[in-house]
C-alpha cells in the first residue's frame, strides 16, 4: 500500500520561508515522479511543482516559478518544496502526490492517484 506524508507547514510572515517534505513508501520511489500542489479556501487545487523520477527534470507553476524549488531524495524516498519569498497569497493546504505511472512527469493532477492528507501553510501580511 503506497503512503504520502506531508509534514513542515506552517505560519509565517510575508517574505519568509518554508520547507516541505513528503514521504513516500510502497512503491519503488526512484521511477515515480512526484508533485506538489496546493488548495485555497474556495479555490480548486492548483497544480505548483513536479519532479521527474530522477531529478533531472522540473516544472513550476508560473506563479511560483523563481521563487519554489523542488527537489528530491531517492535515497530517503523524500521529495521537498522550499518556498521563498512568501506571499499571503501562498496561503493553502499543499498536497503531495505520486504519479500514476512510472518513468512519467505531468503537472496534471489527474494523473496522480496517491495523496498525502496536506499540510496547511498560511503566510501572513
Not at 479556501?41 to 516544472?59: D, L, N, Q, V
Not at 535515497?75 to 518556498?83: E, F, G, H
Amino acid at each position: 500500500q503506497v503512503q504520502v506524508t506531508e509534514s513542515g507547514g506552517g505560519l509565517v510572515q510575508a517574505g519568509g520561508s518554508l520547507r516541505l517534505s513528503c514521504a513516500a513508501s510502497g512503491r519503488t520511489f526512484s521511477h515515480y515522479a512526484m508533485g506538489w500542489f496546493r488548495q485555497a479556501p474556495g479555490k480548486e487545487r492548483e497544480f505548483i511543482a513536479t519532479i521527474g523520477w530522477s531529478g533531472r527534470t522540473t516544472y513550476y507553476a508560473d506563479s511560483v516559478k523563481g521563487r519554489f524549488t523542488i527537489s528530491r531524495d531517492n535515497d530517503k524516498s523524500t521529495v521537498y518544496l522550499q518556498m521563498n519569498s512568501l506571499k499571503p497569497d501562498d496561503t493553502a493546504v499543499y498536497y503531495c502526490a505520486v504519479v500514476r505511472t512510472p518513468f512519467y512527469t505531468s503537472p496534471d493532477s489527474r494523473l496522480y492517484d496517491y495523496w498525502g492528507q496536506g499540510t496547511q501553510v498560511t503566510v501572513s501580511s
